[in-house]
């Protein structure tokens, strides 16, 4: 079993390291997914209304606070990616990658993980008894999608952990 470690390297820097190759491959993915954020379902689950009594409310929240929040999440996506170019092989395990990328990114990826994982969900209807599944089957788009969706939630917990000072605790 491989060890995800999320840590801080130092200060300045957030170092994860025992990145399966699988999660390589999701969190490089994770860009890809972002693109969808504009979809009619992915657009409501992200930027839902904020009240269902009141249309004149939620049309105004959309056009006030809609274009600012959608802002915020392409910056965190665009961090991200950016990041992401980092990801290289582990000099202490070959068969993992390692990335470092500075502090004040982590709630961008927070963020993006985040978006990823609600995007995911709304395009393929993924609902709680599909993530209560057991035996997921990485061929069929729908399991694939709630793996994916386990794994970024995994990640993202890690840094919640670490944000919140607590030290992240993860095995994959």
Same mark, same amino acid.
């Given at each position: 079993?491989?060890?995800?470690?999320?840590?801080?390297?130092?200060?300045?820097?957030?170092?994860?390291?025992?990145?399966?190759?699988?999660?390589?491959?999701?969190?490089?993915?994770?860009?890809?997914?972002?693109?969808?954020?504009?979809?009619?379902?992915?657009?409501?689950?992200?930027?839902?209304?904020?009240?269902?009594?009141?249309?004149?409310?939620?049309?105004?929240?959309?056009?006030?606070?809609?274009?600012?929040?959608?802002?915020?999440?392409?910056?965190?996506?665009?961090?991200?990616? @950016? *990041?992401?170019?980092? $990801?290289? +092989?582990?000099?202490?395990?070959?068969?993992?990658?390692? %990335?470092?990328?500075? /502090? #004040?990114?982590?709630?961008?990826?927070?963020?993006?993980?985040?978006?990823?994982?609600?995007?995911?969900?709304?395009?393929?209807?993924?609902?709680?008894?599909?993530?209560?599944?057991?035996?997921?089957?990485? @061929? *069929?788009?729908?399991? $694939?999608? +709630?793996?994916?969706?386990?794994?970024?939630?995994?990640? %993202?917990?890690?840094? /919640? #952990?670490?944000?919140?000072?607590?030290?992240?605790?993860?095995?994959?």
């Amino acid at each position: 079993m491989t060890e995800l470690r999320v840590e801080r390297a130092n200060e300045k820097q957030i170092r994860i390291t025992g990145i399966a190759p699988v999660l390589a491959v999701m969190l490089r993915e994770v860009p890809v997914i972002l693109e969808m954020r504009d979809s009619p379902a992915a657009k409501n689950r992200l930027l839902p209304d904020p009240t269902s009594a009141n249309e004149k409310a939620n049309q105004e929240w959309q056009q006030i606070v809609g274009p600012e929040l959608h802002h915020l999440f392409v910056s965190a996506g665009e961090t991200m990616a @950016r *990041d992401l170019t980092g $990801l290289v +092989a582990d000099p202490h395990d070959i068969n993992t990658g390692q %990335l470092e990328f500075p /502090v #004040e990114h982590l709630r961008a990826w927070m963020s993006a993980l985040n978006q990823a994982r609600l995007i995911l969900g709304e395009i393929h209807q993924i609902k709680e008894e599909d993530m209560n599944e057991a035996n997921l089957d990485p @061929r *069929d788009p729908r399991d $694939l999608a +709630a793996l994916r969706i386990h794994l970024l939630g995994y990640v %993202l917990q890690s840094f /919640v #952990e670490l944000e919140t000072g607590h030290e992240p605790q993860a095995s994959i």
